[in-house]
């Protein structure tokens, strides 16, 4: 069981991963073509929450799930602020 959920902690970061890659290339996205972006970067947040749902029905801890959540955030705008300002 502890190994599962090991498993499950270690895909839980390569999307994690994932998603902050996606968010940092939808901000460059926007930068480099402007306000065509819109349902691009509507999407970004939908898909955190579908992926909050999955995890949620994987029965990972919400305390692990919203850290993820707060992390992902924290990092995309300490990107943008650093890069895109």
Do not use: Q
Not at 43 to 62: D, Q, T, V, W
């Amino acid at each position: 069981m502890e190994n599962d959920k090991g498993i499950l902690l270690i895909n839980m970061i390569i999307g994690t991963l994932g998603l902050i890659i996606i968010g940092i290339g939808l901000l460059k996205y926007y930068e480099s073509v402007g306000g065509t972006a819109f349902y691009a970067l509507s999407g970004f947040p939908l898909l955190m929450i579908y992926l909050h749902y999955l995890e949620g029905k994987a029965r990972l801890s919400n305390k692990i799930l919203w850290i993820r959540f707060i992390i992902v955030s924290l990092v995309l705008v300490i990107v943008y602020i650093l890069f895109f300002r």
